[in-house]
């Protein structure tokens, strides 16, 4: 039994501000300081403290943005063997967070743009993992280990984030399709559900809908199963949905219930919204 994530990694530089810049607007920070980050990375690294065997697919740049990106993975005990190293730069994440938590990014994607499908041998797919994406690296390039990994046995879960064009015969290839409330509109809005419960009805596949201190709804065949947040005082809401995805993954993977799932990784989420950074 493993996760096995195929996403983006990325170097993030964090400011610390006393509020978020408007446009035009120059706001003089605290500092800053450097973590480990992307999607992909963030989700394995969350699986992994949570006790899956991680195996990462993803693509880092040959210069000392890498280390800092990989910092937490190797921590982490995840596999890297599938990590491909090119001369395109590491992605980076410039992100501002303020004294409330919330934060604005801007993300420059670098090598993950360079991560192929490919990396992913046939007979790491098969019933006993769970394949977990993003939308940080190429779509089409996504759509075609979704294809696989469900053709091989293999539980496979999407996170749309950011909300990436995917071809509709992947997304309806999918055993759950995870969102928040942004994403869930925009893909909404391209398959023309008016709510996130119609987003299951259009596509006929499982999808969990993430509330921030909502909490999340997972919307199935039949009834919608509801778990609440558990209450912080956040520092940096920076990944914690990735948190809450990777800890999801690894509770399915080792046979719990969606339910309990769904608790355990909101509890963890929770947990992430109250330190600095994203997978540190």
Do not use: W, Y
Not at 49 to 58: E, K, Q
Not at 236 to 258: E, K, M, Q, S
């Amino acid at each position: 039994m493993s996760v096995l994530v195929f996403g983006s990694a990325n170097a993030d530089l964090v400011f610390a501000v006393p509020e978020l810049p408007a446009p035009g607007a120059t706001v003089l920070g605290e500092g800053v300081r450097s973590f480990p980050g992307g999607k992909g990375a963030n989700q394995a690294v969350a699986a992994a403290r949570d006790g899956a065997d991680v195996i990462f697919a993803g693509a880092v740049g040959r210069d000392a943005f890498a280390d800092v990106a990989t910092a937490a993975l190797r921590e982490a005990g995840v596999d890297l063997a599938r990590l491909a190293v090119t001369d395109t730069p590491t992605g980076c994440a410039s992100i501002c967070v303020d004294p409330a938590g919330r934060n604005q990014i801007a993300v420059a994607p670098g090598a993950n743009m360079r991560a192929r499908a490919d990396q992913v041998e046939d007979a790491a797919l098969h019933p006993g993992v769970v394949v977990l994406l993003q939308m940080e690296v190429p779509p089409d390039q996504v759509a075609t280990l979704v294809h696989r990994a469900k053709a091989r046995g293999a539980r496979v879960v999407l996170n749309l984030a950011p909300p990436g064009d995917l071809a509709p015969d992947a997304l309806r290839a999918l055993d759950l399709l995870v969102v928040n409330e942004h994403e869930a509109a925009v893909l909404g809005a391209r398959l023309g559900a008016q709510e996130a419960r119609g987003l299951r009805a259009a596509l006929g596949v499982d999808v969990m809908v993430t509330l921030g201190e909502q909490g999340a709804v997972l919307f199935r065949s039949g009834d919608a199963l509801s778990v609440p947040a558990v209450p912080v005082t956040p520092v940096d809401t920076t990944g914690a949905g990735d948190c809450f995805c990777g800890v999801l993954c690894a509770g399915l993977d080792r046979g719990l219930a969606v339910e309990a799932a769904m608790r355990r990784a909101s509890a963890a989420a929770a947990i992430a919204c109250t330190r600095p950074g994203a997978a540190s």
